[in-house]
């Protein structure tokens, strides 16, 4: 039997059809009802109403699940690397040797940035904040790459995303070292991808690098933890400015604008800074708590809550384990981690987080071992956006595949009403 819903209104009834996703998810197709109802549906935050259909990442925010393409978050963060990750993302399937291997070369083929885009890096001040320098670079590569804008074809496509994901690296190692003062340098193509960009963003000039296996391990599974999320904010973003068929690199560039903001990937920043706060105070956790359960306070406890989790964000438990083994591997002793855990304990424990069922989700824990890697916490939510960048790619790549229409909303007009023009003189 079909399912099906019915919405009565005015004393008449229209019946619509229901969905069925393959985790036994259901959603009411409407896409009929303005022309048979004359109805529209209103949702702020669209916290009821789905976007699409995906095929790329699945969660379960009741049961704590996520997976990327049917595999466990707890699987690929233990047994993939982040190009692997991207890779399945992006097209759909864990790649043998041989692909995995082309898909890095011709990453590598493509690693290199026009130098004239240092003269774009040189017009920030060193105070301008990392995500809007990446933003606009990002932007800016468009007239460097200008074959990769108006691609529809899985050929073109594969260009862009290949030279997306060999030069955002470069760009985000270059806003830290613009940052530092330091040479705008390459890596070294013949390690890893991980390796690579670590080594692009902490390579002394005139001096050896040392490759750091924990550092590199631990930077590579905080970027699959961050790799895609289904349709949050900057996902959403990626995909409606995609959808007008701005090229890849003018959607992401958007995406890491949306990103940016202190309720999504911009918490991970504020995480840190409201512990380092909490650590001035002398550890007075319980002000902190109180401030973000007062309704006039605009404070929120930061790193916790969630749109969809509404249990454990799975990749918090995941970092919060992995920061204990990185600090503990670095000999790290750093109080900031006893206070984070102080104020997990407090907030499980207390009412106002339980009754909304607020719990730490993946920028709660990410800030202290980025710390602890020594990436500045400005730089945190560019961390976000690289991990994020082959979930964004996918989900640009999965809406123009399926040539989607363009993302145009609906309102409810609650403004004046008709009225006559009034004359300056008369006003
Ligand atoms: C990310 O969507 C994604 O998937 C995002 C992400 C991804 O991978 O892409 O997971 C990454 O963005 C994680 C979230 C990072 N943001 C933060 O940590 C900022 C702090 N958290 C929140 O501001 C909030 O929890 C949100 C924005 C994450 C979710 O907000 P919702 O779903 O719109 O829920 P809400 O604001 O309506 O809150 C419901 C209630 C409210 O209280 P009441 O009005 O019911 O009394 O819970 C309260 C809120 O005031 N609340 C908090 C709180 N989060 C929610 N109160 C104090 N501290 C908080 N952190």
């Known amino acids: 039997m079909s399912d099906k819903a019915i919405l009565e209104f005015q004393g008449k009834k229209y019946e619509f059809p229901v969905i069925k996703g393959t985790e036994n998810e259901f959603a009411i197709d409407i896409k009929t009802l303005r022309g048979v109802a004359n109805l529209i549906t209103i949702d702020p ?30 699987a690929l963060a233990e047994k ?79 260009h862009a995303i290949v030279r997306l994901l060999a030069k955002f690296p470069v760009l985000v190692a270059w806003a830290l070292r613009k940052k530092k003062g330091l040479p705008l340098d390459y890596g070294d193509d013949s390690v890893g991808y991980v390796e690579n960009f670590h080594q692009m963003m902490f390579k002394r000039p005139g001096q050896e690098y040392k490759k750091n296996k924990v550092v590199i391990d631990a930077l590579d599974q905080l970027l ?75 404070f929120r406890l930061m790193g916790f809550g969630h749109r969809v989790y509404k249990n454990f964000d799975p990749r918090a438990k995941i970092i919060k384990k992995a920061a204990d083994e990185v600090l503990a591997d670095l000999g790290i002793n750093d109080p900031i981690l006893a206070i984070a855990k102080g104020l997990e304990k407090e907030a499980l424990e207390d009412d106002y987080f339980v009754k909304r069922k607020l719990y730490p989700n993946v920028d709660f824990y990410s800030g202290i071992i980025y710390r602890a890697l020594d990436i500045p916490t400005e730089m945190f939510t560019v961390m976000f956006a690289l991990g994020r960048l082959p979930g964004w790619i996918a989900q640009w790549r999965e809406m123009r595949l399926n040539g989607e229409p363009i993302g145009r909303p609906r309102q409810v007009y609650i403004g004046k009403t008709k009225r006559p023009f009034v004359a300056l003189d008369k006003r």
């Open 80 to 158: 993939a690397d982040f190009l692997e990750v991207a890779y399945l993302l992006i097209f759909g399937e864990l790649p043998n040797e041989e692909k995995l291997l082309q898909f890095h070369n011709d990453i590598r083929a493509e690693s290199h940035v026009d130098e004239e885009m240092k003269k774009i890096l040189d017009g920030f001040p060193k105070s301008a904040h990392p995500m809007g320098v990446l933003s606009s670079l990002t932007s800016a590569l468009i007239a460097f790459n200008p074959t990769t804008v108006d691609v529809s074809s899985e050929k073109d496509m594969y």
């Open 45 to 74: 935050g669209f916290k009821n109403t789905g976007s699409c259909e995906s095929a790329i990442t699945f969660l379960d925010g009741e049961k704590g699940i996520l997976r990327y393409r049917g595999f466990t978050i707890e």
């Open 224 to 298: 699959i933890l961050h790799a895609d999320h289904e349709q949050n904010c900057s996902t959403s973003t990626v995909r409606i400015v995609g959808s007008s068929h701005a090229g890849l690199f003018a959607s992401i560039s958007a995406g890491i604008s949306a990103l940016w903001g202190p309720l999504h990937g911009g918490a991970n920043q504020a995480v840190l800074e409201m512990l380092e706060a909490i650590e001035k105070d002398g550890g007075d956790t319980k002000k902190y708590m109180a401030k973000a359960k007062d309704k006039n306070d605009p």
